[in-house]
């Protein structure tokens, strides 16, 4: 008898860890080999958000993957576990206050001898150890865990750099010259060999220590807002629902409501969940999940959408979906997902250190061997050997970025830019597609009154004022748009469900609304408007009494002033403009040839789900994508595109996922955003040019022994002079 085999199979599961003591990209690199390492596991790391996204097999738990991170030399929470390091953060600031506090008075009085004080050198070291020792702690031990690792990132030479400086001056004070009564740091710049018993470098062990501190600051400050996309977007749904039961309500929270509830929702409310109407119609406002202005008519059997609001009457839904299965809370896995599997950006200034921090130390190795084997002396070869350090000690490179940043985003702020961080400043430089979404990007984000068209015979502006009149008493997002001007008072207003409204106005009995409200046809004139309103995108109502219609009314969601110059200066940029929405493909067509965008580059009548897929296959396509938008269907997009651009007149979800936000809500600001972003970047190069250039000149001067303390010093203070004003040219951009 043949034994039948069951067939085994691979069961999957995902987790996100936060993982936390990653201070550069190598560090993020590490962690991913290590979890790769296990069987069944597929891990990638983000060091800009901080998170490991791994899929695994049966057979390996969460715990152990925690278990891998942390022989890694770092920490990881499970996601029950996870919240928001602010005790982490409020510990940097904190380090970074005292340093900076401490820190100031040591290099003034090192650089200016007539702050030289008899037994100055002692007041500096009593202000320099604890920054060195205390703020410079992370670097310390990231350089420990580094060294137990075997290998070498920028804190390993910030830390060598800083305690080497500080061991040498604790040397020269107690057991050199240089902690006699009335030493002075002469201000010379002769290159000479000495022995370096009169030498300290306190300024450079404190200077360095606090530059960097406020780097690793900005960068957190920059980092910890990740993961707001995510709450923004679930903080939208309901908080409680009224259930019916028996026909009477009950209120309960959200979470307790279950598949097949009925629920009631009143005009104004948020629907609680994913449902189908049971009794009542309404106009449902979907623009928080869609960005569209228009709302949708919805009456028994329609599907309708947690987080939408019913602006009308009394719904009766059926739940169809809760909790994670709902729509909101599938975007937000969207979000979620795109900012998981963004490219990592690795800093330029770590691209450099993986080359140049092996080389200084092997090069500091190498001057203390070659000077003790010259005979030289220990001082001698010593003081070299730091020396060599201690040039290449980063300190203009601490500022390259940071002051860059500070002064770049300073200046964004002033002129309606928002820029999240250094990584958002390298996608800028790729981006040659520049995705646009309609609603609220390109057009107002809401209706307006385009037209009125009178029936031959008729006043336009009688028309006008008796539709305004009735239109005044509805809520309705569409009648707001009529509802001009100071419109005489209605009487007898009702609504005709799914057909318009009806009052009485100066004694006529008026009608707004669907062309079947009115009775009879059409006359041939406001039937070819009707047709022509349809052809341009716009939304008509028919305007009726007195059994006769008498004009038509048309609304649309009007262009901004400023979306076709926005559309030319984006062209000027290189980038190739895509118009995207959800609306159909008539009114899409319409705005984008009221902008100057080809038809062929239009996308329309895509779901809000679908946006990201846009983005994606665009990207296949080999374009580098920047996507502008403002809505919460935007914000998975926002997060996928190589670079996200967020209207801030828009959704805090958008805003949240986006790299870039435009406060004013202004398009043009879209193309200043790009080339700020690019100057910046530009100017980081630079900075990161010089920061090293100066370094690498004076390494051979070092290494030789012939480097006088105060050129060293000289130098490097010229270096982040010379950063500093380099990055404050960006305060000119017009």
């Not at 002075?184 to 501190?213: C, K």
């Not at 390109?442 to 009735?470: C, H, K, N, S, Y």
């Not at 005709?496 to 006529?508: K, N, P």
């Amino acid at each position: 008898m043949a034994t039948r085999t069951e067939p085994v199979i691979d069961r999957r599961h995902t987790i996100e860890l936060s993982i936390t003591g990653m201070t550069c990209a190598s560090c993020a690199n590490r962690i991913e080999r290590k979890l790769n390492k296990l069987d069944g596991v597929a891990a990638t790391v983000n060091y800009a958000t901080e998170k490991a996204s791994v899929s695994y097999r049966d057979g390996v738990t969460p715990e152990q993957l925690v278990e891998v991170v942390a022989t890694a030399g770092y920490g990881a929470t499970l996601p029950a576990e996870s919240a928001e390091p602010v005790q982490e953060r409020d510990d940097l600031r904190d380090r970074l206050l005292i340093s900076v506090a401490l820190a100031v008075p040591v290099i003034a009085m090192a650089m200016v001898p007539a702050l030289q004080f008899p037994n100055w050198q002692w007041l500096s070291l009593t202000l320099a150890a604890p920054v060195v020792v205390y703020g410079g702690s992370p670097f310390h031990r990231a350089a420990w865990t580094n060294l137990r690792h075997g290998a070498a990132t920028m804190d390993t030479l910030i830390s060598l750099g800083t305690l080497a400086a500080l061991g040498w001056s604790l040397w020269a004070l107690f057991f050199g010259t240089a902690g006699v009564t009335g030493m002075t740091h002469p201000f010379t710049f002769t290159i000479e060999r000495t022995d370096g018993s009169g030498n300290i470098y306190l300024e450079a062990a404190a200077g360095v220590t606090a530059f960097i501190l406020a780097g690793r600051y900005f960068e957190a400050r920059a980092k910890r807002r990740a993961g707001s996309a995510l709450r923004a977007l679930l903080e939208l749904g309901a908080k409680d629902v009224a259930v019916l039961t028996d026909g009477r309500e009950q209120r309960v929270p959200v979470e307790r409501l279950a598949v097949g509830d009925l629920f009631v929702v009143r005009p104004g409310e948020k629907i609680a969940t994913d449902g189908v109407v049971e009794e009542g119609m309404s106009a449902v406002d979907v623009s928080l999940l869609t960005g569209e202005p228009v709302p949708l008519e919805v009456g028994p059997g329609d599907q309708v959408t947690g987080g939408t609001v019913n602006t009308s009457g009394r719904l009766v839904v059926r739940a169809t979906r809760v909790g994670a299965d709902t729509q909101l809370a599938q975007m937000a896995a969207l979000v979620a997902a795109a900012q998981a599997g963004k490219a990592r950006v690795q800093r330029l200034a770590d691209r450099i250190s993986g080359v140049f921090v092996p080389v200084v130390i092997a090069l500091a190795v190498g001057t203390l061997g070659y000077w003790l084997g010259s005979g030289a002396g220990p001082a001698a070869a010593f003081t070299a050997a730091v020396a060599v350090l201690i040039i290449a000690c980063p300190c203009a490179l601490g500022l390259a970025t940071p002051t860059a940043l500070l002064v770049g985003t300073g200046r964004g702020a002033q002129l309606g830019i928002l820029i999240k961080g250094p990584e958002v400043l390298e996608s800028t430089r790729a981006v040659d597609t520049v995705v646009l979404d309609k609603t609220g990007t390109v057009t107002e984000g809401r209706m307006t009154l385009a037209d009125v068209i009178p029936a031959t015979g008729e006043d336009r502006d009688q028309v006008l004022r008796l539709a305004a009149a009735v239109e005044h008493a509805s809520e309705h997002p569409i009648a707001r748009a009529i509802a001009v001007g100071d419109p005489p008072p209605v009487t007898e207003f009702a609504g005709i469900e799914g057909q318009g409204v009806r009052g009485v106005v100066d004694g006529r009995t008026v009608l707004v609304g669907r062309p079947e409200l009115v009775a009879g046809e059409l006359p041939p004139e406001l039937a070819a408007a009707l047709r022509d309103a349809e052809s341009l995108g716009r939304t008509a109502v028919v305007v009726g009494w007195d059994g006769a219609a008498r004009g038509i009314i048309t609304v649309a969601d009007a262009v901004k002033a400023t979306s076709p110059e926005a559309v030319r200066r984006l062209r000027t940029l290189g980038l190739t403009p895509v118009l995207l929405t959800g609306d159909n493909e008539t009114a899409a067509r319409a705005v984008a040839a009221a902008v100057g965008i080809s038809a062929d580059q239009v996308i329309a009548g895509v779901l809000p789900s679908g946006k990201v897929d846009v983005v994606k296959r665009l990207q296949a396509e080999g374009r580098t994508v920047a996507m502008v938008g403002d809505g919460v269907n935007d914000a998975a997009a926002l997060a996928q595109a190589d670079l996200g651009l967020a209207m801030g007149t828009g959704t805090d979800a958008a805003i949240q996922a986006a790299d870039l936000t435009l406060v004013r809500g202004d398009l043009r600001t879209a193309a200043d955003a790009i080339r700020l972003a690019r100057r910046t970047l530009r100017v980081i190069k630079g900075n990161l040019f010089w920061a090293f250039a100066y370094n690498v000149a004076a390494l051979p001067l070092a290494a030789l022994g012939l480097l006088n303390p105060m050129i060293a010093g000289a130098a490097m203070a010229l270096s982040s002079a010379f950063v500093v004003a380099n990055s404050l040219r960006l305060r000119a951009f017009r």
